[in-house]
């Protein structure tokens, strides 16, 4: 994929900062083609005759990173797919959260144009996801896994906003205000960046 035809945001953040929610904004308002990492995982978890269901389900229960291969091919053919019909805004939520795939994704597929960052505190995030948990029906959505994702995301995600940061490519949201609020500081990030 060319980056003087395709632009990839990357839009990063704990679990439960808001990603998913800031991402249906920005489709609206912008026409972005919103790809969460997450919900092409559930959904080839979901495929009957998918060969890494099982994989995929351990790793999500426990909050691990699924190995980067798995993850970027299917974004891969998702972009494929957008880019096919005309499409080449991209919006990739929830990756990349490990650096091998930080490094991967950009050298291989496309370098991204700065990245979103929601930061937000635990017990906020923690609120919400419990909260959330009552009606998603997400296996990850229960307070044993919702621990084993945030040590996760400390100890493995972190360190690639920290790598992004050091490029200057990192436009950082404070999540803690309502939605609207935030959604009114990521319009401003886009306006400074997406030139
Ligand atoms: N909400 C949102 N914004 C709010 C606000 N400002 N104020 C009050 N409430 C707000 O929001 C979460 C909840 O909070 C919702 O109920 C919302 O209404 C409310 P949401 O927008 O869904 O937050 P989001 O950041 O998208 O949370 P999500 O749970 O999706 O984040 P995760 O990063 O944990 O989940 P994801 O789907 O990206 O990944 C799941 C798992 O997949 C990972 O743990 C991992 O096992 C695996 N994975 C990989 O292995 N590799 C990858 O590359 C990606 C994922
Ligand atoms: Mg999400």
Known sequence: FSPSTISVVFVLGG??????????????DYGFKHLSAGDLLRAEQARPSSEFGELIKGYIKDGKIVPMEVTVALLENAMRDEIEKGNTKFL?????????QALKFESH??????TFFFDCPEEVMLQRLLNRGKTSGRADD???????RFRTFVETSLPVVDYFEKEGKV???D????PDEVYRAVKTGLKDRFQ
């Open 171 to 173: 436009v950082k949201i």
């Open 109 to 114: 597929v496309c370098p991204s144009m700065f």
């Open 175 to 178: 999540a803690t205000k309502s």
């Open 142 to 148: 229960n307070l044993e896994s919702i621990k084993k």
């Open 92 to 100: 990739i939520d929830g990756f990349p959260r490990k650096m091998d």
């Open 15 to 28: 679990p439960g900062a808001g990603k998913g929610t800031q991402c249906a904004n920005l489709v609206r």
